[in-house]
């Protein structure tokens, strides 16, 4: 399994970090679905945990925004169901993770545990 370069994510680096995992920074593809909508967004985490990760859109979506993401992780991929919990404008969003199909949540550990042991 190839795992990209990762370090652990700058915001957890510049102050006190509230997260109960921690955040890595790592590039995996996304595909968002917010609620109400069938036009997927297709782009890159810029940051990725357990329970969530950050992406980049010049036009953020509004926080507390339900959304469906699809995440590909070596090429496998994960569906989960969350919602937007921050807004930073023209920059981007934090995406919360709220539930996991299938074992996608088991997946997302296996990953990430893996970039750990490499770093």
């Known amino acids: ?14 102050g006190p970090d509230r997260r109960l995992h921690p955040r890595y920074t ?7 679905r917010p609620e109400g909508t069938d036009v997927p967004m297709r782009l890159a985490t810029t940051d990725l945990s357990r ?7 010049m036009m953020p979506l509004p926080v507390g925004s ?3 993401a699809t ?3 070596d090429d496998c991929p994960i569906v989960v169901k969350g919602h937007v919990v921050t807004l930073h404008p023209q920059y981007g969003n ?3 993770f709220d539930k996991f199909e299938g074992e996608a949540e088991q997946l997302l550990r296996r990953y990430l545990d893996g970039i750990v042991t490499t770093t």
């Open 71 to 73: 995440l590909w992780l």
């Open 66 to 68: 339900p959304l469906q």
């Open 26 to 32: 790592v590039q995996v593809q996304i595909e968002l």
């Open 51 to 57: 329970t969530g990760c950050y992406i980049e859109l």
């Open 94 to 96: 934090g995406i919360m």
């Open 1 to 14: 399994m190839d795992l990209p370069d990762a370090q652990p994510g700058t915001a957890a680096l510049t």
